[in-house]
T-cell receptor, first 111, second 114 residues
Framework: SQQGEEDPQALSIQEGENATMNCSYK?????LQWYRQNSGRGLVHLIL?????REKHSGRLRVTLDTSKKSSSLLITASRAADTASYFCATVGGYGNKLVFGAGTILRVKS | DGGITQSPKYLFRKEGQNVTLSCEQN?????MYWYRQDPGQGLRLIYY???????QKGDIAEGYSVSREKKESFPLTVTSAQKNPTAFYLC?????????????FGPGTRLTVL
């Protein structure tokens, strides 16, 4: 079963704008991860945030985690056409064995 | 170059045939995973292996089988018992099973049943 639910399902923005994607989950987690997938390709890990962290940055990426609301957000600042991809959140439970993925957000950045 | 390779990139199968998808990694990772992705959906776990000669069923194991005879290899067989096998299949690995660390993905195999 999929635990993460991304919102919105699809997002279209102009180059240079910021893109925000949200993820909600249902049970307690060990950590939450964000991945990117270009069309027809494998996934690429972007960032991992642990359950005791509230915010994390990596380059133009900013991830927040609110465990009380069971939600996370991914912000991509100053977006580029190359950011066009699907973005997935994935949660890791207490046992740490498996990632549980959401259905993803399709981001299109228009140049 | 370290990484995960999957072959073939595209695979066509007739109904009733078994097919085997290859997954090889040279990252010296202990744990390996197989996922299935359907259009517009996230990944669902088929099987995973935390160590050589051991593997566990994931959420959708019915109609699939795996083996883990070598650390670097984790082939997936899609059997004729899998009723709707057309999908994109992704293999992944992580340094240690149970660590909850990031997973490294291969490029995927797209399987189509004719």
């Amino acid at each position: 079963s999929q635990q993460g639910e991304e919102d919105p399902q699809a997002l279209s923005i102009q180059e240079g704008e910021n893109a925000t994607m949200n993820c909600s989950y249902k049970t307690s987690i060990n950590n939450l991860q964000w991945y990117r997938q270009n069309s027809g390709r494998g996934l690429v890990h972007l960032i991992l945030i642990r359950s005791n962290e509230r915010e994390k940055h990596s380059g133009r990426l900013r991830v927040t985690l609110d465990t009380s609301k069971k939600s996370s957000s991914l912000l991509i600042t100053a977006s580029r056409a190359a950011d066009t991809a699907s973005y997935f959140c994935a949660t890791v439970g207490g046992y740490g064995n498996k990632l549980v993925f959401g259905a993803g957000t399709i981001l299109r950045v228009k140049s | 170059d370290g990484g995960i390779t999957q072959s073939p990139k595209y695979l066509f199968r007739k109904e009733g045939q078994n097919v085997t998808l290859s997954c090889e990694q040279n990252l010296n990772h202990d744990a390996m995973y197989w996922y299935r992705q359907d259009p517009g959906q996230g990944l669902r776990l088929i099987y995973y292996s935390q160590i050589v000669n051991d593997f566990q069923k994931g959420d959708i194991a019915e109609g699939y089988s795996v083996s883990r005879e070598k650390k670097e290899s984790f082939p997936l067989t899609v059997t004729s018992a899998q009723k709707n096998p057309t999908a994109f299949y992704l293999c992944a690995s992580t340094p240690r099973g149970g660590s909850g660390l990031e997973q490294f993905f291969g490029p995927g195999t797209r399987l189509t049943v004719l």
